[in-house]
Structure formats: structure tokens, C-alpha cells
DNA sequence: TTTAATGATACTATATTGGTATCATTAAGT
DNA sequence: ACTTAATGATACCAATATAGTATCATTAAA
């Protein structure tokens, strides 16, 4: 069971990276430099994130990205399901057709409540709350 | 991020049968024909049980497998180890290495947190517990 | 000796992860 | 206008994990 992939932890870098940067534009060869990523990859995140609406993406010299929404209301949670989708701890089984327990049983439980845990700890976790971190 | 693949939602419910079947040892085809899954597939998952030593084996005729554990000290957890290995939420990011953070990282604390919660969850379900509730 | 079970192993198909490569587009600087 | 340096959009590739299938050897009951 993964949370983070390598993905999302260059998705999260990256974005406390512009967040605590002076510059307004920042362009990928800069950061996949400063944070030791391939930069074609770190491309294709960003990408993401633009047409996730959480970049604003600058073209031509001197282009770059650009937060497109305060830090302090990017939430791990979000970035994590803008990559892999909705968190779902227990994928397609115990479900009617599957399973014989179904409604009464425990282990679907467990597990929804496992589920609403980790969805409620990643929505706390900002970008904002990252940044002072590194040092 | 899934916690049960097809691998371990098989493993239980097969464990869950033994542990209510009367007769003392089952085999493979009579699980597989009962819960509706591939027998081959099945019995790959059941030698691997027997070879965690949860299954006790019996080749020949009338043969198959029986619980070499009290169904009440067979532990989810274990299951999913088994098929997946341990348990990390966030694998191979957040090492000193790869991550500039590592001693104050509020995502790796994080993450410490849920793995902990999700683990002790998963080590309060035993096959035993799941017996009465199929009906 | 036949039959019906497991043991061991090798193979296949599909999806996900972690990338690379290419070409088009765009805009700044000259 | 031209060059350069950035992103946009795709297509491709390799490794790993998941979900199986297939085969043959072994074993033990009838």
C-alpha cells in the first residue's frame, strides 16, 4: 500500500518549492535542478497540475509555473487523488456481486473506517504547512 | 492505494470457510466451486498459507487443507503481509537520500501516524471474528 | 493401479509506475 | 524577422505488481 509514489512526492516538492520561492515564474529546468528530478518527468507532473487548475503556466522564454491557489488550501489529499484518483483502501471487492457478507461485514467496516482516517489526515496536510519544514 | 487485492480477499474468505466448515480438512476444488473463484489461482494462494505455516497440507486422494491455527490468532494483518509484505504507507520517499526534510518532515510524521493506525486496525481482525458474519 | 489431491515451477496478460522522446506552439529578446 | 527557451500534447518504453493459466511431479486412498 502506497500513498505517496514518487510522483506525488515530486508533485509536493515541487509545489513547496514555488511556494516558498521569491520569483513569481519558475520554470521546470530550474526546479528539476534544485530538486534533483528528471526534468522531462517534473514536466508531465506539472502538466498536471496546470490542468488541474492548481498551476498557472507561463509559455514562451522566461515561462514558467506559477501557484494558481494559496498554499494554504492545497491539501496532500487532493494531490495524491489528482494522480491516482479517489483513495480507496479496499479497491473492488466486498461488493454485492463479490462478496457473500456484504452487509454486515466487519472487515468492509474496518476498512471504511481505516479509509475515512487517512482521508481526513491528508485533507489536514497543506502546502503551506511545508514550507518552513526544509531548512 | 489498496490494502486487499483479489490475493488476499480470496485468503479470507477461504480461511473464513475452514474455520466454519465442519468437515476437517477441504480442498482446494470444493472452496473454489463454493466461493466462486478460479481453482488454480486458489490453490497458489493456499500453498503459499501453507508455507507461512496458517494451512496444514495433506497430498492424495481425500486430501486438501486444514487450519494449522486457532482461527482466533489469524490476524488480517498477517494476511496482507504475507502477499504484500509489510505495510508502508509512503515506500521509498522520505529517506535522507531522496528527501531534503527527513528529521522535521511533517508528511513523513504524518504518514508514521497513519501507517501505525491502519496496522493496529488490521491486527484487531482475526478470521475468527469474521466467521458468524456471513449468513 | 487408478484417481484425486497437493508441490513446484514456468508462463501469460494486463495495469500501474516511472520514466524518455518528439514535435508543435508560444513569447521574449535581439 | 529570427533565435532561443519555455510549455502543450502525444507517443513510446521498461520495470514491477496483479491476476491469473498450464504442466508435470509427487503422494496417498480406494
Redesign the pocket.
Known amino acids: 500500500m ?1 500513498l505517496i ?4 512526492d ?1 508533485c509536493i516538492r515541487s509545489l513547496v518549492y514555488m511556494a516558498a520561492c521569491k520569483k513569481d515564474i ?5 526546479m528539476a535542478r534544485h530538486l534533483n ?5 517534473l ?2 507532473i ?2 498536471v497540475l ?2 488541474k487548475g492548481m498551476l498557472k ?9 506559477k501557484l494558481a491557489v494559496n498554499p494554504k488550501k492545497i491539501f496532500l489529499l487532493d494531490l495524491i487523488t489528482a ?2 484518483g479517489p483513495i480507496k483502501v479496499v ?2 471487492l466486498f461488493k454485492k456481486k463479490c462478496c457473500p457478507f456484504t452487509e454486515c461485514c466487519i472487515v468492509k467496516k474496518k476498512m471504511d473506517k481505516i479509509e475515512k482516517y487517512v482521508i481526513s489526515e491528508l485533507k489536514d496536510i497543506t502546502i503551506y504547512s511545508l514550507v518552513g519544514c526544509k531548512k
Open positions: 502506497k509514489t514518487r510522483n506525488v515530486y519558475v520554470c521546470a529546468e530550474e528530478m528528471p526534468r522531462p518527468f514536466r508531465k506539472l502538466q496546470h490542468k503556466a507561463y509559455k514562451g522564454k522566461n515561462g514558467g509555473f494522480f491516482h479497491e473492488h
